[in-house]
């Protein structure tokens, strides 16, 4: 099902306000241990199933920066389109704290809400969202973010950015 595409003043009526959810994403050791590869991150709480499970862990845990990179993937399921877009990029961070530990095996799924939609030229829109990543394992959430995403916007086929209603 295709959902609607909004514009940059529909975009703006959404800020505070709660936008998406992702489906639910299992975090298996094959994808940890992937992951410790391309980082070349071997912390032995990450890819020592023994040696973890000796640990307050109990096993072995997704790595903080696993999870981070996983919210452009839960992106694309919560987030509505965004019309026009040519590409968007991932600008930053201005908060992150990695509050819970994800086990192997566990499933993750971020909860977005829209915090603010910032024109930055005029083809481009800064949008900043609130992430909370929970788990299904705890109360806590794995991780509670706020992310900046760059959205550029074909300059052909859109007017000037302008954020106020029409």
Same mark, same amino acid.
């Given at each position: 099902?295709?959902?609607?595409?909004?514009?940059? *003043?529909?975009?703006? @009526?959404?800020?505070?306000?709660?936008?998406?959810?992702?489906?639910?994403?299992?975090?298996?050791?094959?994808?940890?241990?992937?992951? @410790?590869?391309?980082?070349?991150?071997?912390?032995?709480?990450?890819?020592?199933?023994?040696? @973890?499970?000796?640990?307050?862990?109990?096993?072995?845990?997704?790595?903080?920066?696993?999870?981070?990179?996983?919210?452009?993937?839960?992106?694309?399921?919560?987030?509505?389109?965004?019309?026009?877009?040519?590409?968007?990029?991932?600008?930053?961070?201005?908060?992150?704290?990695?509050?819970?530990?994800?086990?192997?095996?566990?499933?993750?799924?971020?909860?977005?809400?829209? @915090?603010?939609?910032?024109?930055?030229?005029?083809?481009?829109?800064?949008?900043?969202?609130?992430?909370?990543?929970?788990?299904?394992?705890?109360?806590?959430? *794995?991780?509670?973010?706020?992310?900046?995403?760059?959205?550029?916007?074909?300059?052909?086929?859109? *007017?000037?950015?302008?954020?106020?209603?029409?």
């Amino acid at each position: 099902m295709s959902r609607p595409q909004l514009g940059p *003043a529909q975009l703006a @009526a959404l800020v505070d306000r709660h936008i998406g959810t992702s489906d639910w994403f299992a975090i298996d050791q094959a994808m940890i241990d992937g992951f @410790a590869e391309v980082t070349m991150d071997h912390q032995f709480i990450h890819v020592d199933p023994a040696g @973890a499970a000796r640990t307050a862990f109990g096993g072995t845990v997704a790595h903080g920066f696993l999870l981070l990179s996983l919210l452009s993937r839960m992106s694309c399921q919560a987030l509505p389109p965004i019309e026009h877009a040519a590409m968007t990029i991932n600008y930053g961070v201005n908060r992150l704290r990695f509050v819970s530990p994800v086990r192997a095996d566990a499933r993750v799924r971020g909860h977005f809400g829209l @915090a603010a939609v910032d024109s930055k030229a005029p083809d481009r829109l800064l949008l900043t969202y609130d992430v909370t990543m929970e788990t299904d394992t705890g109360p806590k959430p *794995a991780l509670v973010a706020q992310w900046l995403v760059l959205t550029v916007l074909h300059p052909a086929r859109s *007017a000037p950015v302008r954020l106020e209603p029409t």
